[in-house]
């Protein structure tokens, strides 16, 4: 991505009750036979605990990229080569309207192979796999849960940070998924991580402030996908205007005007980052897979 000056932003997004999520999840792990963890398409890196390799140590990992319908499917095709580069398994879905949802427990039988083969050298054939579910806030986890129960089995909501316990669901006699409280990680040094979660509305984007949250978005749309810009808001970036101007020229064409030449920059953020998640701006990743990490 081009070298850009964007705004300085103070994001704080670790709540106290997310340390006890975590502690949980970490006590937890013993128990089961693999890790899923469920990350935004539009953006792995970000969407990813960056304590999971430490806490899942050897255990067997699925990562889902969900919401595949949002995000740019060249980017994620990357991304999924990123990861099988790293030795996990990669299943690519969109849980609202259950694409890929059904190769889920195929995934897990066929990470899980030696396991059943030692269960059955064992005798204890029939006794349920057991799968640890993660997934950040609004990432779409309990909507995907549902969708492969086949049954409204996890409470669905888009409010980020919402508390609740660990959760036993049975999906068939072969396999039992522990789903978790969407949690986020303590990443404070990295400003992109928190713009990029709160653009996607993992954080509560109403604790920032939107302007310079949507003037930063306007960058990273200018150098990723000036076309998305041209085509929504009918201009062409200038591409020596800062993310304040970019948002005025969208404003302008809008016709979000306060007064006579002053043009509401407030709504036209708002309108950007609504018309992001509505996907009216088309599919566009905002992250892109470091593969020389891969190819290294």
């Given amino acids: 991505m081009e070298n850009i000056a964007y705004e300085k932003m103070n994001i704080q997004w670790f709540p106290g009750h997310m340390t006890k999520a975590q502690r949980m999840i970490e006590e937890n792990l013993k128990m089961v036979d693999a890790v899923c963890e469920i990350l935004d398409a539009r953006i792995p890196g970000a969407s990813r605990n960056p304590d999971i390799d ?9 990562v889902i990229l969900n919401r595949i319908d949002l995000a740019d499917p060249e980017i994620t095709a990357r991304w999924k080569k990123y990861f099988e580069g790293r030795g996990l398994s990669v299943l690519e879905t969109d849980a609202k309207s259950g694409k890929g949802v059904n190769s889920f427990v ?12 030692s269960y059955e050298a064992k005798g204890q054939v029939g006794r349920p796999l057991r799968v640890m579910i993660l997934g950040i806030p609004n990432v779409g986890k309990s909507t995907f849960i549902n969708k492969v129960a ?31 409280p969407g949690i986020l990680w303590p990443k404070f040094d990295s400003q992109e991580v928190g713009e990029l979660l709160a653009i996607t509305n993992a954080i509560k984007s109403d604790v ?29 970036p200038d591409p020596e205007a800062n993310g304040f101007e970019l948002l005025e020229q969208a404003a302008k064409k809008r016709g979000f005007l306060i007064s006579k030449g002053e043009y509401d920059i407030e709504r036209m953020a708002n309108t950007l980052l609504g018309e992001y998640h509505d996907g009216k701006l088309g599919r566009l990743s905002l992250e892109e897979p470091d593969e020389r990490a891969v190819d290294a």
């Fill in 208 to 236: 920032l402030d939107k302007e310079s949250l949507g003037a930063n978005f306007m960058l990273r749309l200018r150098s990723m996908y000036p076309q998305a810009l041209i085509q929504r808001y009918k201009f062409e």
């Fill in 150 to 180: 086949k049954r409204k089995a996890a409470a669905a909501g888009d409010k980020p940070g919402v508390t609740r316990g660990k959760q036993w669901i049975n999906i068939d006699r072969s396999l039992d998924l522990l789903d978790t």
């Fill in 106 to 117: 195929p995934a897990v039988k066929k990470l899980l192979d030696e396991k059943l083969r």
């Fill in 54 to 62: 430490r806490l899942a140590g050897d255990k067997p990992r699925l």
